[in-house]
């Protein structure tokens, strides 16, 4: 039997997701499907994945003959800006990482999005591989090429668009994951499903994602890779993706980042589904059916910061444009729709200022 399914993203430079179990073990031979002899590798992960999975593979690789080397920064997404940057360049700096050489990034979005891009950057741009160990990496920061750090300023706020040359997804390396990493995750699957796929959404429903976990990532990325395929810049299809990712943003503000991403969207799609459902442009009863999902992965669906902050928030999103501001609504569970409000009627749209 396979070791693994192969994904093939169809970008301007196409790249394989390899989606299996037991795939870090085989990462040496794995490597020679990119066909580009030895290249040194530059490791770069962080302080909770390393000693996970970081040290036994540069070891590995090492025993196997390739020239590799490492660079650990502290875990979280305070290490996410330019400072981490910079080291990481001295690192590729001191290793001579050249165009024809190998950037591995090892861990979960953090890292995914740090090392993607001081690759893009490095030289102006080294080939990479993402190799995530998050559930959220797996299905959505590893694939589509977004890098970036963030500023003071905000997230994710100096960035490129930067294709690794390979995704391997090793399902093996979730089993050392917090449960609140994973549930966190488990947020954009639910959401994937909530957009564009019914019968991913009734399986998330009925609890099985860990039952179902190879199956259902392959899922999340196939669907992924389609809407990336046809939007690889970002202009049009691809902002279904921000479906609940408004409010999220907005709520993780709020709370001055101690409320995760995944808890922001969980909150963030159930809020925007039942101002649709108010305004008659979503059935009734969609709400209800994402919030007991999202329950059922213990993520919250609720939050008492008041929603006139909330909308101050949204204005501020980054991916406004001009006066609008573009919602991810839902026609039923598995299609969305792109619904651009003008920013101003916003707090009326989600019903601030009504009674009950
Ligand atoms: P993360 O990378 O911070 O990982 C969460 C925690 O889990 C960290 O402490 C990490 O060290 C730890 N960890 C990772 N893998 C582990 C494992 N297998 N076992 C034990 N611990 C492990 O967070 P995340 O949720 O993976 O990613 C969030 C980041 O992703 C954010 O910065 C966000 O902006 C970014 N993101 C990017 C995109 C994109 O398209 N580029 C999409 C979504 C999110
Ligand atoms: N995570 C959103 C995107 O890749 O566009």
């Not at 001009?322 to 839902?330: A, E, N, Q």
């Amino acid at each position: 039997m396979e070791l693994y399914r192969t994904i093939t993203v169809q970008t301007e430079a196409p790249y394989d997701i390899l989606v299996g179990r037991g795939l870090l073990d085989e990462f040496s031979s794995l490597m020679e499907r990119l066909g580009a002899g030895r290249p040194k590798l530059a490791i770069i992960t962080d302080s909770h994945v390393d000693p996970l999975y970081g040290a036994p593979l540069l070891e590995r690789l090492r025993q196997s003959g390739w020239q590799a080397a490492k660079y650990v920064f502290p875990a979280g997404e305070a290490s996410k800006n330019l400072e981490t940057v910079r080291e990481v360049y001295r690192f590729f700096a001191q290793e001579q990482i050249t165009r024809t050489d190998l950037v591995i990034a090892l861990g979960g979005g953090v890292v995914g999005d740090l090392a993607g891009f001081a690759a893009a950057t490095w030289l102006r741009g080294v080939r990479f591989i993402q190799i995530p160990t998050t559930l959220l990496a797996m299905i959505d920061s590893s694939v589509g090429g977004k890098t970036a750090v963030d500023l003071p300023e905000g997230k994710n706020l100096v960035g490129a668009f930067w294709q690794p040359a390979l995704v391997v997804c090793d399902v093996d390396t979730l089993s050392t994951l917090p449960q609140d990493v994973f549930s966190d995750g488990t947020a954009e699957a639910i959401k994937y499903g909530a957009i564009l796929d019914e019968s991913l959404f009734s399986l998330l429903e009925g609890g099985k994602l860990r039952e179902a976990l190879l199956e259902a990532i392959t899922r999340c990325i196939q669907l992924k890779k389609r809407v990336v395929e046809q939007d690889e810049r970002d202009t049009g299809l691809r902002q279904c993706l921000n479906f609940g990712h408004t409010f999220g943003h907005a709520l993780e503000k709020y709370h001055q980042f101690s409320l995760s991403h995944g808890r922001g969207v969980a909150i963030g799609m159930v809020m925007v589904t039942a101002a649709c459902e108010r305004q008659g442009l979503t059935p009734a009863g969609t709400a209800a059916r994402i919030a007991s999902c999202c329950r059922q992965y213990g993520l919250p669906t609720d939050d008492p910061a008041p929603l006139e902050i909330l909308c101050q928030n949204c204005l501020g999103d980054k991916k406004r444009k001009g006066s609008k501001i573009t919602l991810v609504i839902l026609d039923r569970i598995g299609q969305f729709r792109l619904y651009p409000l003008e920013a101003q009627q916003l707090p009326a749209f989600m019903g601030e200022g009504q009674d009950g």
